[in-house]
């Protein structure tokens, strides 16, 4: 009997183990926020017990503070079995039954039991990351926020100022508090002239929290819409969270702002008393428009497979015809907050006008590829209302080509998410010869959108995954060359 308890107890660990490890990956992916995770766990009850997979978009990243978390998990769960083990066979069925049940909110529950040694751990962190920003005497700070396009400008900022300063960037999209401490503790040198911060926000106060330890000299906000609903309820809060970075800039720091923004006109139109002395905009148009002060406008935009050409018109007046590789809208507003950036701290136009030229696509945002001899635009990153449609606008501008939609939706919307998708779908119905829809549960408003658009129906096919899209859009032939946007991929925690 004892052989056969010791067997069954090794078996529930390792089940409870594989249960747990997928609980674990979702609690990362949604930030470690306790919110956020119990939100998931309300929408995916019937898979909340599904084993880990290792075929996972984002892996599980094996951080010290998951181990943390696993280390107070497992001595519980041994504690508890070796009690069982000693009162017999039945109080470990109970055991294990009880263990089973509970293993989706393990991880609350070992964040919860560890939560003072993190806090502390966290604080010593920051301080020390403070410690560094103070010894950096020269280096100068630029805080780059929004709900969308933050990790292009971000990356578009550092290639064309990296032709006059030594600048660093928080790497892929480390925009929270610990990836920003992380990223000053393990790359910032005495040798950098500009840190490039890119901060992200699920809530009120975390661009605040941010800004209270880098302290930014300048603020970039590229753009605010409906993002993230889930966590933040309204606009008029996602507004005020990014606005932070307005809020922390010293009296003679400079803000750059996206002119084109309804939400962020809205708000200064109601609170100029509260920005920095200096505010400076960009602005997609369809001409120079000269006199608009502290404004960088980019107009005459043509796309094709090689790229994307525009016109700058400065706030001088001076023009500048620029050429990219990336394409489309998004992409030029994006570059030109960069320049608009760049100009401002005194990069000659010359070096700004070559370094555009040879900037590199953000992977999964707008990028343009090539593979079976398909064209495909790679919007997969995260997608937004608004980003969507600008990405359903780059589509459009590829005149001749035989034009494919494939996206799941849009998600994290909260209440309005439905909605927000059937005019999505609406849109796309203008643009697309054909559309490809990833999931049939997720995708049902985008449908309702096309066909309220009047959209043919036989154009419109539901697949269960994206190498399934591929093989329908591989039986698409109506003799003109296919373009595909991919427009979103959902994360790993849907």
């Not at 909340?48 to 769960?77: C, D, E, G, Q």
């Not at 779908?425 to 009047?454: M, N, P």
Request: overall charge neutral.
């Amino acid at each position: 009997m004892t052989y056969v308890m010791t067997f069954l107890a090794v078996l529930f660990i390792l089940c409870h183990a594989a249960v747990s490890l997928r609980a674990y990956h979702i609690f990362q992916l949604n930030s470690y926020k306790y919110g956020v995770q119990m939100a998931w766990l309300s929408r995916n009850i019937s898979g909340a017990w599904s084993p880990y997979s290792r075929k996972a978009k984002k892996p599980i990243v094996y951080t010290p503070r998951i181990i943390r978390m696993f280390a107070s998990h497992f001595f519980i769960l041994l504690l508890g079995v070796a009690v069982s083990l000693h009162f017999g066979i039945v109080y470990l069925a109970v055991f294990a039954a009880l263990f089973a049940l509970l293993a989706p909110l393990f991880p609350l529950l070992s964040s919860i039991v560890n939560a003072p040694y993190e806090r502390a751990i966290n604080q010593w962190y920051i301080r020390d990351a403070k410690r560094i920003l103070k010894n950096a005497s020269r280096l100068r700070v630029i805080g780059v926020t929004g709900s969308y396009g933050k990790t292009s400008v971000k990356n578009f900022l550092h290639g064309v100022l990296s032709s006059k300063f030594n600048c660093l960037m928080t790497p892929e999209s480390y925009n929270t508090t610990l990836g920003v401490v992380m990223t000053i503790r393990s790359s910032l040198t005495p040798a950098h002239d500009i840190f490039i911060c890119e901060m992200g926000a699920r809530r009120r106060g975390d661009i605040k929290e941010i800004c209270d330890i880098i302290n930014p000299d300048f603020g970039v906000i590229t753009s605010i819409g409906e993002q993230h609903l889930e966590s933040f309820g309204t606009i008029s809060n996602i507004t005020e969270t990014k606005f932070e970075l307005s809020a922390a800039l010293s009296g003679d720091g400079i803000l750059f702002l996206n002119a084109d923004n309804e939400f962020i006109e809205e708000y200064i139109g109601k609170n100029s008393c509260h920005l920095p002395k200096t505010v400076v905009k960009w602005s997609m148009s369809n001409g120079p428009e000269r006199g608009r002060e502290n404004t960088y406008r980019a107009f005459d935009l043509s796309v094709s497979v090689k790229g994307s050409a525009f016109t700058v018109a400065f706030p001088d007046g001076e023009e500048r015809a620029l050429t990219t590789s990336l394409i489309g809208v998004p992409n030029v507003t994006n570059i030109l907050a960069a320049i608009a950036v760049a100009d401002t701290l005194g990069v000659a136009r010359d070096a700004i006008a070559l370094s555009v030229t040879r900037l590199k696509p953000v992977p999964h945002r707008l990028q343009l590829t090539r593979m079976n001899g398909l064209t495909i635009i790679d919007d997969a990153y995260n997608s937004n209302p608004v980003g969507a449609a600008l990405a359903l606008s780059a589509l459009a501008l590829f005149d001749g080509y035989f034009k494919i939609l494939v996206t799941p939706g849009m998600v994290e919307l909260g209440e309005m998410q439905d909605e927000l998708n059937e005019r999505f779908g609406a849109q796309a119905a203008l643009v697309a010869d054909s559309v490809i829809l990833v999931g049939e549960r997720q995708t049902k408003s985008v449908f309702a959108g096309l066909r309220g658009e009047g959209f043919d129906a036989n154009k419109i096919f539901v697949t269960e995954s994206l190498s399934s899209a591929f093989e329908r859009i591989n039986l698409t032939d109506d003799g003109r060359p296919k373009i595909v946007l991919l427009e979103n991929d959902l994360p790993d925690n849907y």
